[in-house]
T-cell receptor
Framework: AQSVTQLGSHVSVSEGALVLLRCNYSSSVPPYLFWYVQYPNQGLQLLLKYTTGATLVKGINGFEAEFKKSETSFHLTKPSAHMSDAAEYFCAVILLGSGNTGKLIFGQGTTLQVKP | EPEVTQTPSHQVTQMGQEVILRCVPISNHLYFYWYRQILGQKVEFLVSFYNNEISEKSEIFDDQFSVERPDGSNFTLKIRSTKLEDSAMYFC???????????FGPGTRLTVT
């Protein structure tokens, strides 16, 4: 079955440090890939997406992610963490092919803690 | 900027009661979705809706659930007889085309007592 796996339910970094949130997917064909962020008591906001084209995609708030087909990965990075980045991050995919209704399949989420 | 809205933001109901969660998708979008997130768990797909009919539903979306687009703007999720395990945050999302980003509403927190 197709799935999305986020390694690490909690990640803690110091302010100014590199942020790396891992996401791997399993699918017979490369899906469309997304990262969403959820701040406390808020809805889901799109950070960035990969559909086709350049495999390194840049999103809002200084985040970027690289699609690596050979590794079936779509890890999220940010060079320097800010306190305001503390949130829950969800990797998600849309599977392509016949019968695709565009539903998102989410990973378990990673809580990012940023320490001063 | 257009946004998806949801009402109410929080609903408390007793077990066995019916609830209707309301969503107003972005006006030119064609595909509509409901997701739910049980506290501390991942976001789960419930149902997708296109051209006034359900296009896909998950195992969670049993006979107790129904969706409707009663007019040109609202998209509703009805739970006929709520159970304790229906307590969750329910998100509505919409998009113009499948395969592109979905825009999420702020969610309705449903508490079943």
């Amino acid at each position: 079955a197709q799935s999305v796996t986020q390694l690490g339910s909690h990640v803690s970094v110091s302010e100014g440090a590199l942020v790396l949130l891992r996401c791997n997917y399993s699918s017979s064909v490369p899906p469309y890939l997304f990262w969403y962020v959820q701040y406390p008591n808020q809805g889901l906001q799109l950070l960035l997406k990969y559909t086709t084209g350049a495999t390194l995609v840049k999103g809002i708030n200084g985040f970027e992610a690289e699609f690596k087909k050979s590794e079936t990965s779509f890890h999220l990075t940010k060079p320097s963490a800010h306190m305001s980045d503390a949130a829950e991050y969800f990797c998600a995919v849309i599977l392509l092919g016949s019968g695709n209704t565009g539903k998102l399949i989410f990973g378990q989420g990673t809580t990012l803690q940023v320490k001063p | 900027e257009p946004e998806v809205t949801q009402t109410p933001s929080h609903q408390v109901t007793q077990m066995g009661q019916e609830v209707i969660l309301r969503c107003v998708p972005i006006s030119n979008h064609l595909y509509f979705y409901w997701y739910r997130q049980i506290l501390g768990q991942k976001v789960e797909f419930l149902v997708s809706f296109y051209n006034n009919e359900i296009s896909e539903k998950s195992e969670i979306f049993d006979d107790q659930f129904s969706v409707e687009r009663p007019d040109g703007s609202n998209f509703t999720l009805k739970i006929r007889s709520t159970k304790l395990e229906d307590s969750a945050m329910y998100f509505c999302a919409s998009t113009r085309w499948t395969g592109v980003e979905q825009y999420f509403g702020p969610g309705t927190r449903l508490t079943v007592t």
